[in-house]
């Protein structure tokens, strides 16, 4: 969310004001950079770059790191050994304890600690009760599975002198070849190499050290001296070892210098994608200057960046240190394991196979360079060969996204804010009047009393039930906000338990942490401690929040966390949290914990009540690797500006490939007031994120989509009923999210990576395996769209069934009343068509199958179906069927992809029995059913005693440039059942 300040605020106003007069312009307010850091204001990361300029420009360089093969030990699966960094100009090392990994899934762990601080052998300084190892549990919140150690992993006798190759992964194609000095690794994949660590000798661990204090004087000399070569080598800049100053806070540093780094590179490899959450392109582009480069590394510091800023490495709300890198049909991956302040910085270079060859033969390796201020070095590598490949190893790691219900991936209206229980009831009766559907209103932080969350304000919510009633007889739901800063008052029974049992943040003094959030002085829950945790699960009992009922959920912002008088809008570094260890070693993390307490209190409330947990839903800001299996994110605070609106779909994209399929941007932008054709095509943009939610900022006009006039309330309707249409293609691929860690809305290159004209792209998008291609329009006054088809076969418009056939680019026409929206041939899409006011009233809605003719004259799809709402899936309450459509023999089909029945299958089909198919629509149809006026169908425990039955079939022949199509109307057959219809 939004913080504000009397001078932006002007600023806003201003700016409205000239719009008025200017319709042109848009709101220009842009982030206050000065309020965060640079590279070059974090000391870690200055350090490190200039290690690494050192490191690149000196031909003598050799990089301090050694591993000492006495100490290499390879036993099943696991090898061991002690790297050695050289102090320069001392015969001393340091010791660091070196793991791979080898796991049965075929990805590799590379773990790297440090051996004095591992022992709790360091002098910490100012009296800090810090831990003093580096964090190692990191793993605990981000990892649960795929850690099975492969029993095949082998040692590979071959090695050269000087390394330690093992053999690895699915049928022992991968192979780590280990580099003992300057120690390094070599990732390869049948031979060839992938991925390198350490190749540019950039590593580098910061060890302990006791802080010296030179006498000032000699200091002093030493900076005028002239200083002998020797020397000059081993004067590191030590300025920001000790301590260091941000925009007025001082970070104490009582555990001196500890960052560390490493380069990867990915040879062969021109594109790299990741690294969410920033506002550029979905392909990363270099960092160290030049033309539309960056010149800052990507930062990952979980941040609330007020206002922030379009095309930029800034850090943003959440951090996922999961990198992919793309070359023609190859995809391979890393992932960072660390939760301290990252940056990335990202260089190519081109190297010519055949120095003759003019550039033909020639080949970019993207470089990589990882720095993080501390924590353990522990990296994941993937050796693909697909995009899914790799993502799906990242998912098993860190977890599938949540299997959400059915009404979170509809239509969410929220603003801040809806200002009584009277306004909301009206808004939700609006919506009826004007046949808008939509299934959750939502209330921001002005619901509460005195922003005291788990309270309601008496004067304007006084009967917060009544409200949810009305909302629950059309099968709505009401999210309200619950934040993690903690107001200090008196008498706050919330805030009085978090004291007197002692669950907060405290500060590096280990006093409770005080800071200034949303109700003034304010403290932060510590997630991070199981009793917080269990404490945080007891406030939602519907006992203990009173005012909430089973259709009310939760939305967690302000949770990197956000404090407005902090370094950097955020917690002091040298906090302390639960197990002592300091806020910087796990700040990326902090709001994916707060997260995980809100999800298990809503699961626990039911139980509590009645034993039947609905899903839970909780919305977060903040996130890390990991916050996919416990709900949706949005990317925070945008602002009601084209840009916006453009940037948000390659946002979503890397959202996306980085294990977070859901993902969305605030409908309409949240600072400022869009134009009613900008709000427009936002929902038209919306319409396609996995999150869909309008949202606008306290200074800002109401915008309800009934507000907008005609045509555009029917236009924004539109785009909400073809998002509620297709719902039953959503929930298929929430499901396939759920179990393979496949991206909701795809990028070219997942879907072809063979085609590499199309790596950079990301403003066109397929929606799960349905083959619907979709590119929003995101400029204004644009009335037609190009659009990318990448491989050889049919296209067709969505709306009118237009024909287009690739490998091209077509032109899509786009007036303001249009998406641009194709379906690609071979594909099976199941459809609910039936308009209704929320998705719940939906549930035993017939389908509308759209089977989509390619050029191999085949087509699949398959549907996923359960209530929806409960966890009885896991009991096999659920359908999953593939439809399949054979040109050969004109035959559609249905069949069962459930796995075996379970406890609730039955009970569940029995449920399911009335809903059936009730339209099926073939684009594209062959022209040889000119002449056909029915079909023949027949179901599996069919009733009709023959077996068989005959429905007519409408034909409607090609037209200009449109398709073939046909339909069967009513075919009869049952959604859940296995059934065969002949052409
Ligand atoms: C929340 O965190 C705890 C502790 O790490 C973990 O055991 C639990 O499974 C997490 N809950 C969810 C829903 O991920």
Not at 91 to 100: C, G, T
Not at 112 to 138: F, T
Not at 690 to 701: N, V, Y
Not at 933 to 945: A, H, M
């Amino acid at each position: 969310m939004y913080y504000f300040d009397g001078s932006s605020r002007r600023w806003t106003s201003l700016l409205t004001l000239f719009c008025i007069l200017c319709l042109l312009i848009t709101p220009a307010v842009s982030v206050k950079r000065e309020n965060f850091k640079t590279c070059d204001q974090s000391g870690f990361c200055k350090r490190n770059r200039a290690y690494a300029d050192t490191a690149l420009s000196e031909s003598r360089w050799q990089a301090p790191y050694a591993l000492d093969p006495s100490t290499v030990k390879f036993d099943k699966g696991v090898l061991t050994g002690t790297v050695l960094k050289k102090i320069i100009n001392t015969n001393d090392n340091v010791r660091l304890p070196l793991k791979i990994t080898f796991h049965e899934s075929g990805t590799a762990r590379v773990t790297i600690d440090e051996e004095r601080r591992q022992k709790g052998d360091i002098e910490l300084r100012h009296g800090s009760k810090a831990r003093k190892e580096r964090y190692n549990e990191a793993e605990k919140w981000a990892i649960v599975g795929g850690t099975t150690v492969s029993a095949g992993a082998a040692l590979n006798s071959d090695a050269e002198k000087g390394t330690t190759r093992i053999m690895y992964g699915p049928g022992s194609k991968f192979e780590a070849v280990i580099r003992h000095e300057p120690y390094g690794i070599e990732f390869k994949r049948e031979g060839e190499t992938q991925i390198k660590f350490n190749d540019r000798g950039l590593m580098n661990v910061e060890h302990w050290r006791a802080k010296v204090d030179k006498p000032a004087e000699e200091q002093k000399e030493g900076d005028e001296a002239v200083v002998a070569e020797s020397d000059k080598e081993a004067a590191e800049d030590e300025s920001t070892w000790w301590d260091e100053k941000f925009g007025g806070n001082t970070d104490s540093k009582p555990k001196g210098p500890e960052a560390v780094a490493l380069d990867i590179s990915f040879p062969g490899y021109q594109n790299v994608y990741g690294a969410a959450e920033h506002t550029g392109p979905l392909s990363l582009k270099e960092t160290r200057g030049g033309d539309d480069k960056y010149t800052d590394p990507y930062r990952l510091y979980n941040s609330d960046v007020f206002e922030y800023e379009m095309d930029s490495p800034m850090t943003l709300y959440g951090s996922i240190p999961f990198m992919q890198a793309q070359k023609k049909n190859s995809n391979v991956g890393v992932f960072w394991l660390n939760a301290a302040e990252t940056w990335i910085d990202i260089t190519k270079s081109t190297t010519s196979a055949n120095p003759l060859s003019l550039g033909i033969g020639s080949e970019v390796t993207t470089q990589t360079h990882w720095i993080s201020e501390a924590g353990l070095l522990d990296v994941f590598v993937f050796l693909g060969p697909t995009p899914q490949d790799v993502i799906g190893a990242y998912g098993e790691l860190t977890g599938y996204s949540q299997l959400p219900q059915q009404f979170s991936i509809a239509y969410h209206q929220c603003r801040w804010n809806y200002v009584t229980d009277e306004d909301v009831k009206d808004v939700d009766r609006k919506f009826d009047k004007h046949r808008i559907p939509y299934d959750v209103i939502w209330l921001d932080i002005e619901y509460t009393d005195g922003k005291k969350y788990f309270t309601w304000d008496p004067m304007t919510f006084g009967d917060p039930i009544g409200m949810q009633k009305q909302l629950d007889d059309h099968e709505r739901k009401l999210v309200a906000i619950i934040d993690p800063h903690i107001k200090n008052e008196g008498g706050y029974h919330v805030v009085d338990e978090l004291k007197s049992k002692d669950l907060a943040i405290k500060n590096k003094d280990g006093n409770i942490y005080e800071g200034w959030c949303w109700p003034g002085s304010s403290h932060w829950v510590d997630c991070f401690s199981p009793k917080a945790r269990d404490w945080w699960k007891g406030l939602f009992r519907y006992d203990k929040f009173k005012g909430t009922g089973k259709n009310s959920f939760i939305w967690n912002d302000m949770n990197e966390p956000s404090v407005f008088n902090g370094p950097e809008t955020t917690s002091p570094k040298d906090n302390l949290h639960y197990g002592d260890w300091e806020h910087r070693d796990l700040h990326n993390i902090n709001g994916m914990t707060f997260v995980n307490a809100t999800y298990e209190a809503l699961l626990a409330r039911d139980k509590d009540e009645d034993k039947h947990p609905v899903r839970p839903f909780v919305l977060t800001r903040s996130f890390y690797s990991g916050s996919q299996r416990l709900g949706a994110m949005w990317t925070g605070d945008n602002q009601a500006a084209w840009p916006h609106l453009e940037a948000s779909i390659p946002m979503i994209l890397s959202m996306g490939i980085s294990g977070y399929p859901f993902a969305g941007a605030d409908v309409g932008g949240f600072f400022g007031n869009p134009s009613k054709e900008l709000l427009a095509r936002w929902y038209q943009a919306g319409a396609f994120y996995p999150f869909m939610r309008g949202h606008a900022h306290i200074d800002t006009r109401r915008r309800e989509p009934y507000l907008a006039g005609e045509p555009y309330t029917q236009i924004i309707a539109q785009a909400i009923r073809l998002r509620y249409s297709l719902l039953p293609a959503w929930y298929t691929a929430f499901h396939e999210a759920s179990t393979t860690g496949a991206p909701i809305v795809r990028p070219n290159y997942y879907v072809h990576p063979g085609d590499e004209k199309g790596f950079g792209i990301d403003d066109q998008f397929y929606l799960g395996s349905y083959g619907l291609l979709a590119k929003p329009v995101t400029r204004e006054g644009q009335e037609g769209q190009d659009m990318y088809l990448a491989d050889k076969e049919k296209y067709y418009d969505y709306f009118d069934y237009w024909m287009y056939e690739g490998p091209t680019t077509v032109t899509v026409a786009a007036p303001l009343d249009t998406i641009p929206f194709l379906m690609r041939g071979g594909h099976i899409i199941p459809r609910r068509d039936r308009p209704r006011r929320s998705s719940g009233l939906m549930k035993f809605d017939p389908l509308t199958l759209v089977v989509v003719i390619g050029n191999s004259g085949d087509a699949e799809g398959t549907l996923y179906l359960d209530d929806g709402e409960s966890f009885n899936y896991k009991e096999g309450a659920y359908i999953h069927r593939r439809f399949s459509y054979q040109g050969a023999t004109s035959t559609l089909t249905s069949e069962d992809l459930a796995a075996l029945p379970g406890k609730k299958t039955n009970e569940y089909l029995k449920q399911m029995e009335k809903v059936r198919v009730e339209k099926v629509i073939v684009v594209g149809a062959p022209q040889t059913w000119a002449g056909k006026t029915e079909v023949e169908i027949s179901e599996e425990g069919g009733k009709s005693s023959s077996g068989t039955k005959k429905v007519p079939l409408e034909f409607h022949g090609q037209e200009g440039g449109k398709a073939a199509w046909a339909v069967v109307r009513d075919p009869g057959v049952q959604i859940g059942s296995g059934w065969k219809i002949a052409f």
